[in-house]
């Protein structure tokens, strides 16, 4: 992993970005950000690891690295959604005064944002080649 350098250099911009998303996060704390900041601090952190770990994944086999790195950002937007879905989740980020989309926006319009990101992933893959992985993301987006 190592000896190849653009896996070396992603890794450490990710972990630059994380950093930055988790700095902006804490100095919100305390205060309801725009939805905006919501997800690009999503993008930053929970996006932007799944990003990386499948663009560097698709370099080392030789795959489409851009539409792994596309699936990775989405996918890891939906998923932090879905967790911010979670009470036990939501109640903990609360106490921590860390406000997300159903702060925000409220269950409805939260609700909408999730279905819009399953809606782009889902069309992201439908252009993946017709195999078992591509049944196997659309069951994991759809079963989450």
């Given at each position: 992993?190592?000896?190849?350098?653009?896996?070396?250099?992603?890794?450490?911009?990710?972990?630059?970005?994380m950093c930055k998303a988790e700095l902006e996060q804490f100095f919100l704390r305390g205060k309801?950000?725009?939805?905006?900041?919501?997800?690009?601090?999503?993008?930053?952190?929970?996006?932007?690891?799944?990003?990386?770990?499948?663009?560097?994944?698709?370099?080392?086999?030789?795959?489409?690295?851009?539409?792994?790195k596309d699936f990775g950002e989405k996918f890891g937007i939906y998923f932090q959604i879905k967790n911010d879905l979670n009470k036990e989740s939501a109640?903990?980020?609360?106490?921590?005064?860390?406000?997300?989309?159903?702060?925000?926006?409220?269950?409805?319009?939260?609700?909408?944002?999730?279905?819009?990101?399953?809606?782009?992933?889902?069309?992201?893959?439908?252009?993946?080649?017709?195999?078992?992985?591509?049944?196997?993301?659309?069951?994991?987006?759809?079963?989450?």
């Amino acid at each position: 992993l190592l000896k190849n350098f653009k896996s070396f250099d992603l890794l450490k911009e990710t972990t630059l970005n994380m950093c930055k998303a988790e700095l902006e996060q804490f100095f919100l704390r305390g205060k309801i950000p725009t939805v905006d900041s919501y997800i690009a601090i999503c993008k930053g952190k929970t996006a932007g690891l799944f990003s990386a770990l499948l663009e560097i994944s698709a370099l080392l086999s030789k795959l489409n690295s851009q539409n792994a790195k596309d699936f990775g950002e989405k996918f890891g937007i939906y998923f932090q959604i879905k967790n911010d879905l979670n009470k036990e989740s939501a109640s903990t980020d609360l106490k921590n005064g860390i406000y997300t989309a159903i702060d925000i926006l409220g269950i409805e319009k939260t609700g909408i944002l999730l279905d819009n990101q399953k809606k782009e992933i889902l069309n992201l893959i439908k252009d993946f080649p017709d195999n078992i992985y591509k049944k196997e993301l659309e069951d994991l987006v759809n079963l989450l």
